[in-house]
């Protein structure tokens, strides 16, 4: 059976119209799996797809004649109407969407309400400039037209946005982010950053084994205990067992500590699903390792990729702020040398722009490390850290900026303070020491912005200039 000129019409110009299928499936499958709660805020014209609006439609005649509202009874009115290819599938896979409530669920279905209202505009809009074209109609009667449809199309959420005032906000009760490590980490969403076996993963679980009530990070100051909820999405429960061992022997604080081994796409049901998981376990600490593994799929070629990954880190964040918690997210950093941790994370601004916090480990070969810490609730410092075999994993032993400075790099810093710029092979001449090691120094000293080089020299930073022994 041929299609209509209209449906023609209206499947050539599908893409073009605003859709989120994701929202769809999201609002439809609570809508199958928790009739009562969806029935009264949601309509067909919410959806563009043919299939979810076909099973939208029996379960409002299904509602009409006093029948439940259930996979089963969709699927058996569907078949009994004549089934659409499909359908079926769609149902099944609208069973797995897990349920929400309160503010996820509308921010939702406040999606597909613009997107619907959107589409109007769109669509009337075409039906006005054609007829106009056809019949020759006066400017100012299309331009009547077109005002007429934009404020029949506008919807509450622009007629009805909140605003407080400073008043309001002197007197409110709102609870305040709380610190979990002093000076290091609060409420919100950290982003964790380092090169591939750093050793991120090893500190992210020696913070979340300290939080369940475990061993302590030396050096860390844990402020508050309680559950942990750890998303361990690079890695088989073998070796997490084997790193749980390594850092503490089992107590108590075991309980408290719970991993997660596999989530959906973040922004396909990934996000849903963790919001389920923190309601259900009431965490103190998320963490999310890592950030690529959790978001899974990348952006569409085309695609507006800083958009795409402010919105994933927005998720996170807004799931922090929600449940007031404090998130730690593991990420790598990119290839190239960075001056700064912001620089340092791999993507695009996006990420850091919709982050709270950046925690920034630089390890170095001689076994010790940097933690460089940037955030909205706390003054930029960094911590120097040391990998301990007994007792095993990270040590925080003190400032990073003057611990930083060892014996090898003071001679260098000395020298460059006395004699200004000099070059590779003559700070090895000056020093007695051989070239290799010179260099491999100077660059290190350089990725930590202590020197920095002109052409064939170096030179201390202007901030380390002052540096004495």
């Known amino acids: 059976m041929s299609s ?92 797995t969407v897990p349920v929400l409530k309160g503010p996820l669920l509308d921010t939702y279905i406040r999606t597909l309400d613009k997107n619907r209202r959107l589409r109007a505009l769109a669509i009337g809009g075409n039906k006005i400039m054609t007829a106009a074209m056809i019949n020759g109609a006066d400017p100012e009667v299309i331009r009547q037209g077109l005002g007429k ?55 992210t679980l020696q913070c979340a084994v300290a939080v369940a009530g475990g061993r302590v990070v030396t050096g860390a100051t844990a402020l508050d205990c309680g559950t942990v909820l750890y998303a361990a999405l690079e890695e ?24 997660v081994y596999s989530l959906l ?14 309601r259900q376990k009431r965490p103190r600490l998320v963490i999310i390792d890592t950030f690529t593994a959790a978001v899974k799929i990348g952006a569409k070629a085309g695609s507006d990729i800083f ?38 994370i791999s993507g695009t601004g996006g990420i850091p722009a919709a982050i709270d916090g950046i925690w920034w480990l630089k390890r170095r070969p001689e076994g010790e490390a940097t933690l460089e810490v940037i955030g909205r609730d706390t003054e930029e410092h960094t911590l120097a850290l040391h990998f301990d075999r007994q007792p095993f994993g ?50 290190r000293m350089k990725n930590d912005g202590i020197v920095t080089r002109d052409g064939k020299k170096y030179f201390l930073t202007h901030t380390h200039t002052g540096v004495t022994e």
């Open 307 to 344: 958009r795409a990954q402010y919105a994933e880190c927005s998720t996170l964040r807004k799931l922090a702020e929600e449940f007031h918690v404090a998130m730690i997210v593991v990420h790598h950093d990119r290839k190239a040398l960075s001056a700064s941790a912001i620089e340092a």
């Open 236 to 259: 088989p429960k073998a070796r997490t067992q084997s790193r749980l061992r390594k850092i503490a022997p089992k107590g108590d604080w075991a309980g408290n500590l719970h991993f």
């Open 4 to 95: 209509t000129p209209r449906k023609a019409a209206r499947d050539q110009d599908r893409d073009e119209w605003p859709v989120d299928r994701h929202s769809e499936e999201v609002v439809l499958g609570n809508a199958v799996q928790d009739w009562v709660e969806v029935k009264e805020r949601i309509g067909p014209d919410l959806f563009w797809d043919d299939s979810n609006r076909r099973i939208f439609r029996a379960m409002q005649d299904l509602d009409e004649h006093g029948e439940p509202v259930d996979s089963l009874t969709i699927s058996k009115l569907l078949d009994r109407d004549g089934l659409h290819d499909g359908d079926i599938g769609v149902l099944v896979q609208l069973g």
């Open 265 to 278: 796409p973040l922004m396909q049901g990934g996000a849903e699903q963790l919001a389920e998981l923190i």
């Open 149 to 203: 449809l934009h404020a029949d199309s506008a919807g509450p959420t622009e007629a009805n946005i909140e605003s407080t005032s400073a008043a309001e906000l002197y007197d409110a009760e709102i609870a305040p982010l709380r610190p979990l490590f002093a000076n290091l980490l609060w409420d919100g969403l950290t982003m964790l950053v380092a090169k591939p076996k750093a050793g991120k993963s090893w500190f």
């Open 394 to 443: 990270w040590r925080i032993t003190g400032d990073g900026e003057v611990q930083s400075f060892n014996a090898e790099r003071q001679e260098i810093i000395k020298l460059l303070k006395d004699e200004g710029g000099l070059t590779s092979p003559e700070i090895a001449a000056e020093l007695d020491k051989k070239r290799g090691a010179v260099r491999m120094m100077l660059m």
